[in-house]
């Protein structure tokens, strides 16, 4: 059945070639008792191990069942050692964190067998070898001749036709080494033993044949007992694991060594927290360079800002105001929300300020130089006091009168007289602020308004851009317009048609709907519009000097409230929702002025958390491999045992995976209770702010990944390496 032809091993190291053994033949029956003896050094293990597949051969031939081996490849060798093979070893091999039960489980859990199946088989077998009393006991707790007697068990379990034990009694005491002899004798009838042994008074009485080496030779073969009828071989049954069973694997070997549990434990929390606080810190470190911000739309972007307009579009009233001042947070208000970011330039000769506009009523204290205002036209500046024309040029600021201008706006100009100044702490802004009367505020409102308004023209059926000017000259409703336009019309005329002038702007819009009155040609110009300088490239519409006004002389549409306590912002803009406001908080339109820095802090900060990620796997390579080292043997066990490169790696993977996952509950656990202030570390709970779901879910996937790339590499280890070669370099 089995048959080896002048079969040759060789060890090639580093230049040199030992020899194992050399032109060995040998036949082999089922139900044989073969003992192998010799000095050691001899090649009695090196023979034994080609015989499992454990180790390849160079010179030869093996054939079992009358198949030729020669040729196969090292998968073709794992299914014959599947088939065919159970080794029992001298150093026992078991796994000791294992009960007896589920040492000999284990070899049918790995080819395959359910759990369920199993477990008849597994009891009847260590029951044979005697041990049903210490099935439950984990077999570092066991003697060695009862270790020995599980292995036999687990051998036998399998129901392969070859059984090949090297010196199975090497490290017993004569009276367990008789025992286990015995034993094996028992249960392996029918089937092909090989034992290799030292004390051959031991076996004597078993063996069918001994064999005797010396210097890789095979110098004294006698057979003691004939084999007549050789039984029929029966391959040895065996499947895929199942996915179940790695799982159960898995997990059992999770938690069955304490210390090595929390080794790989620590180190998969010491991942988790390095990996979320290198993000979250990140984070925290940009929020805290975020302090520069602009807007295109408002200036002050302040936290103590909100915006408001009301919910149905209308105008401000008295009212509103009256009940808004009425909140508790409510510091002041300045109703013309629009001189707060318009910077409104404002001049005398060649002095001029720029600054922004406040309501007299919002100013704090008194003046320190002059007198608060009387008139309508009069005003107070605010500055720094350090600024030259406040500090060195007093006389020519103090009751003189300036013009206020609006950027670009040419038609209509105030003037105020200047009766009062206010020092303010000297601060980087060198803009001034001037307080005006409430009528000075409306028109100056009004000037605004016209300055952001669109005004178009819908005349004959289409909408025109003309320009339109106000004029004294021109009645209620109606339009004067050049005579040239009467052309357009198929009738020729051009009066009484008409006229839509729509004004439009962020706040409102409002059409008058007028007719043409009047028309103008180059010589009565001045007559009828009341302007100067006619000129036949633009030829603007005049309307209403009244109705003009009236259409941007409007209440405020948009103000500002400020408020005392920045903190409690979320509150005071719902209140204002029940009044029926629109409240914006003015910082939500922050832009960032240092977008392209932070774009390179981006990439920086992608650099910094891949090679982090990098550092981070290689040293958790580093530890988790000096810790599972010491599960070098398990491993090759289970290899032995017929467990293929893709099991051992699933069953790593997910141990380490149920570990890191547990690791990383406990971090949330932890972050939790930090949050529900049950433990109190405030910078923790400040860096955890920064993490939001997605980030929690990427950390977990990194994780998990991570700990996938380590079982891969280890497991590629492991495997690079024959079986034996592995086994003997642990042993
Ligand atoms: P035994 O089991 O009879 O004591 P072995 O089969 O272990 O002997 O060894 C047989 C011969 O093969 C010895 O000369 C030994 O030095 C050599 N040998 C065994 N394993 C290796 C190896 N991995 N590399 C090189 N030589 C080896
Ligand atoms: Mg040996």
Known sequence: MLNLKNVSKFYYNKGIIATGFTKVNLELKLGEFVVITGE???GKSTLLNVISGLDSYEEGEMYINGEETSHYTEKEFEDYRRKYIANIFQSFNLINSYTVYQNVELVLLLNGYKKRQVKKKVLDMIEKVGLTKFKNTKVSKLSGGQKQRVAIARAMVKDTPIIVADEPTGNLDTESAKDVIEILKKVAKDKLVIVVTHNIEQVEEYATRIIKMHDGRIIENTQRKEIKDEKRLVESEYHKITIFNK???????????????????????????????????????????????????FSDLSENRIIIKKQDKTPFTQEDYEKIKALSNTDYIVEDDLFIDNSISFYRNDISFYGNMRNIENLKGTVDLGRMPQAENEIVVRANKDQYNISHNTEEVLNKTYTLRNDGE?????KVII?????????????FEFYLSTPMMEKLRSMVNRNYSDITVFFNNKYTSYTVLPSEKVEKGKAIVSDDLKYEFSDGRVRNKPIVVTVSNIYYKEELNLTVGNTYTKSNYTRVTGYENYSPYQLPIFINQEEYDAIFDKPSYQSSVYIKDAKEIDQTMQELETLGMKPKKAMDFRVDYNASYKQVMKIIKLVVTVVLIVVLFFISYFIIRIILKSRNIYYTTLRMLGATFKSVKRILDIELFVNSTLAYMAVLGFIYLINQNMISFEYIAKLTSYLTIREYVVMYLVLTIMSQLIARRFSKKLFKNTAINTYNEEV
């Open 419 to 431: 009766v009062g100044i206010q020092y303010r702490e000297n601060d980087y802004d060198y803009q």
């Open 410 to 414: 040419q038609n209509k100009e105030i």
């Open 40 to 42: 050691s050094g001899s």
């Open 247 to 297: 799982w159960r694997l898995g997990i059992r070997n999770t938690f069955n060594i304490v210390t090595k549990f929390l080794l790989l434990f620590a180190v998969f929390l010491f991942i988790t927290v390095a990996l979320l606080a290198e993000y979250a810190g990140f984070a925290l470190s940009e929020d805290e360079n975020n302090t520069s911000y602009g807007s295109a739309g």
